[in-house]
């Protein structure tokens, strides 16, 4: 059952990583490039924070931070470290079949740390929202879309990786937003 899975996800990795063109490439280096989230999508929500609840500015993002630190360690420690799947561009398997844009990076890929991460931040942002915006929900949520494709499209993660990255990111932030939302009214 498991190697069905992922036999199934080496071939929808090889679909989607060779509907690339090298006239695409540095759209998606771009897209997938971290300074994206340091540069504009961080200012975008420190800016939206401070002025949805200025007295609670400095408390949320150290909540925004703790959400993108146990992510990180999350996903590198009790999961690339132990599972040790290797990436599209390192399995011997694929490497040859797969359109490797960048350089290979770590050995391992399981679980996508940008899409751990990048879910983790915006999803803890969504759900502290107090009035919705759906211009911004709707962009934020694209941009995620985009990164996670960004990875596959690159050659570094395999769908899965990048789905259980994201389902990854997605849980510790909603425990994250329950801690904080339980101190917040404990105070």
């Given at each position: 059952?498991?190697?069905?899975?992922?036999?199934?996800d080496?071939k929808?990795f090889?679909?989607?990583?060779n509907?690339?063109?090298?006239?695409?490439?540095?759209?998606?280096?771009f897209?997938?490039?971290?300074?994206?989230?340091?540069?504009?999508?961080?200012?975008?929500i420190?800016?939206?924070?401070?002025?949805?609840?200025?007295?609670?500015?400095?408390?949320?993002?150290?909540?925004?931070?703790?959400?993108?630190?146990?992510?990180?360690?999350?996903?590198?420690?009790?999961?690339?470290?132990?599972f040790?799947?290797?990436?599209?561009?390192?399995?011997p398997?694929?490497a040859?079949?797969?359109?490797?844009?960048?350089?290979?990076?770590?050995?391992?890929?399981f679980?996508?740390g940008?899409?751990?991460?990048?879910?983790a931040?915006?999803?803890?942002?969504?759900v502290?929202l107090?009035?919705?915006n759906n211009?911004l929900?709707?962009g934020?949520?694209?941009?995620?879309?985009?990164?996670?494709?960004?990875?596959?499209?690159?050659?570094k993660?395999?769908?899965?990786?990048?789905?259980?990255?994201?389902?990854?990111?997605f849980?510790?932030?909603?425990?994250i937003?329950?801690v904080?939302?339980?101190?917040?009214?404990?105070?």
């Open positions: 059952m498991i190697e069905k899975i992922i036999y199934l080496k929808l090889l679909f989607l990583n509907l690339g063109s090298e006239n695409w490439d540095f759209i998606w280096v897209i997938s490039n971290k300074m994206w989230m340091c540069f504009i999508i961080a200012p975008l420190l800016f939206y924070l401070y002025r949805q609840d200025g007295s609670k500015f400095i408390y949320t993002v150290l909540f925004i931070l703790m959400c993108f630190g146990i992510t990180d360690l999350i996903h590198l420690h009790c999961f690339k470290n132990i040790m799947r290797l990436r599209p561009c390192w399995d398997e694929i040859h079949l797969s359109r490797i844009v960048v350089d290979k990076g770590g050995m391992y890929g679980v996508s940008h899409a751990a991460n990048s879910t931040i915006i999803s803890f942002f969504l502290h107090k009035q919705r211009l929900t709707y934020l949520i694209t941009w995620l879309f985009l990164v996670s494709y960004s990875r596959i499209y690159l050659g993660h395999f769908p899965l990786d990048v789905f259980f990255g994201a389902l990854l990111g849980i510790i932030a909603h425990v937003y329950r904080f939302n339980y101190i917040s009214n404990y105070k």
